[in-house]
């Protein structure tokens, strides 16, 4: 019971709501996703249009093992070009274009692989706006879910929407029941998808169970590793298992901002094996190159994720206003760095720089506005 | 035995003449230096031929050495007589640094080097003006000779001390120059007004030749260091301002 009367006049009216859903720009339904109609465009050009991204041109490029090689996923990939899915760590300080690169890249991908986009959705997040007309969002099924929209300036008015309000915004919503549902029957090629996850973790626990490979210490005081009361967000540890160990193999990218909030350095064997889990997702890794799940990482700086998790990827991006590192020993998991210099503290936003342990390549991406300043929080019921 | 580089047709000239001029810097403080001050002015050729590359601890650590405030080897194994320890632990002392600071500098520079050292096919077999003996300039690059002049002249110039307070504002600003900008802050202007400092700096005594070491070690080497790896930097760019000046693509 709360003693907190939390009822508040600040909740906007049926009107002051309806001009808010009017600044969003309307769901796109004529494409090819949307409408299985071949001759349409897809959503990646349609997407493309809408932001003046100009085709995917992986000759464009110096070094073919630097961005060519991240973007491009093949099974055949020959000569010193690594195959199946692809990894990187982009990091840079809040405000330098994380978020926008991001909507990037998953544009990139529908481009180039016709790939399974799957954006890590959180509360308090929702970057992921500029992409809404033409986003799948996936919310775990018979769970309270809220949705409002809350303005830049905390002290507008926030407008609270049923879940069919959320049509207006994105293009569908679909319930999921566990992990497994969601990659087999929820996930659509050459589309984009939000993912909130499901905070009664239900299914996790038995997709590890079903691994023999995958066994952990339960945390203390219980007999499985997932369990209810986990923070939601560990869902995702369960989430990239099942999406390796039972499919569909599909070319599918995880794009997970904030790496740190789910796998931070400081992870220990707490009362939820966040320590655990965060060694489950590092014994996955290679077989999420091998079966086709790419990973997208993006953090505030190298030491926000969880070092077991950095030995593992392959490539890093430097974003602009923080000096790239011109030594091996700032970079876990890498022998050498290719830079003598540090270049990216001087770079605007909007250029950033692309290395592996032998070459790197600057590159830029184009701005991707979100057309209002309102921001939507998807709070999932336990 | 060294090879001598003779042995060798050189079609890459500048990264030959960066080397040679290494080996000889080494081979010079293998046999230990004849003083604190040849150690500073070694510190700083060896400084501009590595572009900056070695350890910026190594110049933070000397000047405090100097001073008896930090306990260190640096100092008392690189500059003959030794003073307090036997030849053979100072030789051995002297070996280590050279692998530990100037092994790794060395593999740097040669790294920033040799993506824009120009190869003379032609030149090799021809006496011409490629030919790595004949060079002068650091890594042949003129404007690392240039600052390494500029450096060399404004470091001797604080060591010797000068006669008379106008001359220490005029060196000031060859300091500026030398260290590419990169020399600033309030200890510059002290060192006019204050009195203690014009007496340090005009002072022919043993122990304001001491205080004008232990200043060049704190706010000399450092500052030049890092205008070297600015310079160098700037370099690379001028050399490669084509590439540059393409803006990058579209990820």
New interface residues.
Partial sequence: MSSIDWSTDDTADAELTEEILHQFDEPVRTTYQATGNTSRWSDARSMRETFG??AW?PD??EYEGV?PNC?EHSWDAGGDLIAGGTDFLARGKPGKGKSTFGN??AV?MLEANDEKVVWRGSTSRSEWLPLAPWTVLCLPKGVDVTVRLESKDPTDPAAELDIDQLERIVREVRRYRDPVDLNRNHLDAGQFHVVYPDPQLRGCQEILDKDPEKVYDTPPERDTLFHESDPANHWWFAWALARVNHGPHHWTTWICDEIGDIAPQSARKDQFGTYQKVELLKDLWVDARKFGLSIFLFGHSEVDIHQAIRHKIRWRIQMPGTANPTTSTDVVGFETVPM??EMTDEFPIG?AL?YNETHF??????DMPSPTDYKLKIEVGR | MTMSSAAFENYRPALVTLHNDIRDLKDEYRGGLRSQRRLLTWLQEITVRTIGEIDAQVYEDLPRELMGEKLGMFVVASVRPHEGIDDERARRGRELWLTEHVTSAYQHAFRTLRTSATEYVDSAEDEDAHAPDKQSAVAMRPSLREWDQRQATALTDLLDGFDEREEISRWLDDVIMASYGEASGAWMRELVRDEVAVEILCGQAAKHERARRILAADKLLPNFRRGIRKLANNAAEVADAETESKEAQFA
Avoid: E, G, L, T
């Fill in positions: 991204i100009p041109d464009a490029f961005i973007w990037y890249i990139r003598n210099y250029k692309m390549d600057p590159f830029r991406w184009k």
